[in-house]
């Protein structure tokens, strides 16, 4: 089935030697794709999972100590507005403490350039076509790091 | 292997859009997520005229937020700008519906979407459903040079198969599943799908969250 294309979308950082994956750098890059896990854990804590849609979401220490957070998000009747502020574009300050490098490692194309080529090379193995990384505002010129990562694979 | 980008759409997205063409990314993809990022029908008509080569596409678009009509008139209008680069993404609206408290539409109602659209770009007569009354609706002057409908042909066969987001197998396992889906129900269409992929893609765990169906607006 050579026609089906298949898109692989991913936030990250390319790490610098020593650079941890909570750098100030990464947590900008890469911490909002973490901070979607804390989203979604709040979303089935506050309003209960969509049938037929099971997300193992809960099962971080991190993730449960945002869901206590944001039992108290104002207002009551719709703690989605506070729940999605930044969602895959920044980190909340309030939620800053929950996007661990851990997470941030877990969830996100946050890692050396060689590890990322290696990742993509075993997407690209496994039949995908295309890896789209999303840029956050305000840090577009990491494109420039990701223009160094596709040059590998041309 | 394709390289693109993914923005959270800014009235400006233009700008490096236009950069990641001069560096070789194939695709770009503009968030339609109305209460979280700018317009993305109007970010991508200014990217469509400063840009040559580079793919836009609609990354994703919910519909529930954009009735079939409006939507295919959206695409057919890009299509003039940028002929033979637009793309058509759309989901069942992880975020662009949570952030406004709503849950996600169900996959058949964005198939159903997705015929309409499709249909309307054919320049076929299709059935629509509006304020509990069904009307056969079509593009009434398709062959003025308002919008492009034919340049190339915007609306293949479909090659579509919406896996579920809640879809918890493999990253690899799951592209096995959409490939086997396509071919069986689509055979010699074509179809494109995405997965946000985790860190470590094939090792077992997926989010699940950001697969959705997307479909080529073109004829390759």
């Known amino acids: 089935m050579g026609d089906l294309q298949a898109t692989a979308f991913a936030l990250g950082c390319v790490l610098k030697d020593g650079e941890p994956a909570d750098s100030e750098r990464a947590m900008a890059q890469a911490g909002p794709r973490a901070a979607v896990m804390l989203h979604r854990a709040a979303d089935e804590a506050l309003a209960g999972p969509a049938p037929g849609v099971t997300m193992v979401s809960r099962t971080r220490p991190e993730m449960q100590g945002y869901v206590d957070l944001a039992r108290d998000f104002e207002p009551k009747d719709a703690p989605y507005l506070q729940n999605h502020r930044g969602h895959l574009m920044f980190v909340k300050p309030e939620e800053r403490r929950f996007v661990s490098a851990e997470l941030i490692s877990a969830t996100s194309f946050a890692a050396s350039e060689a590890e990322i080529k290696q990742r993509i090379e075993a997407l690209r193995s496994g039949g995908y076509t295309q890896f789209t990384i999303q840029l956050v505002p305000g840090h577009e010129h990491a494109l420039a790091d990701w223009a160094r990562i596709r040059k590998a694979f041309v | ?220």
């Open chain 2, 1 to 220: 292997m394709d390289f693109g980008i993914a923005l959270p759409t800014a009235a400006d997205s233009w700008r490096v859009t236009k950069e990641a063409e001069e560096l070789g990314f194939t695709h770009a993809w503009f968030y339609d997520t109305q209460m979280l990022s700018a317009d993305c029908f109007v970010a991508m008509g200014a990217a469509a005229v400063n840009t040559r080569r580079i793919r836009l596409g609609t990354g994703v678009l919910v519909p529930s937020n954009r009735i079939a009509p409006v939507a295919a008139n959206a695409l057919a209008t890009l299509n003039q700008l940028a002929p033979g680069r637009i793309d058509f993404g759309v989901g069942t609206g992880f975020t662009a519906r949570r952030a406004m408290g709503f849950g996600a539409i169900k996959v058949k109602d964005m198939e159903t979407y997705i015929h309409q659209v499709y249909g309307l770009l054919r320049r076929e007569t299709v059935e629509f459903e509006m304020e509990g009354q069904k009307k056969k609706i079509r593009f009434l002057n398709p062959e003025l040079p308002l919008f492009n409908t034919k340049d190339p042909d915007l609306a293949p066969s479909l090659g579509l198969r919406a896996a579920h987001p809640g879809a918890d197998s493999q990253a690899q396992g799951g592209l096995d599943q959409l490939r086997r889906q396509c071919r069986e129900r689509h055979q010699g269409s074509r179809g494109h799908a995405r997965r946000l992929v985790e860190s470590r893609p094939c090792d077992g765990r997926s989010s699940g969250d950001g697969l959705c169906a997307r479909l080529r607006a073109e004829r390759r």
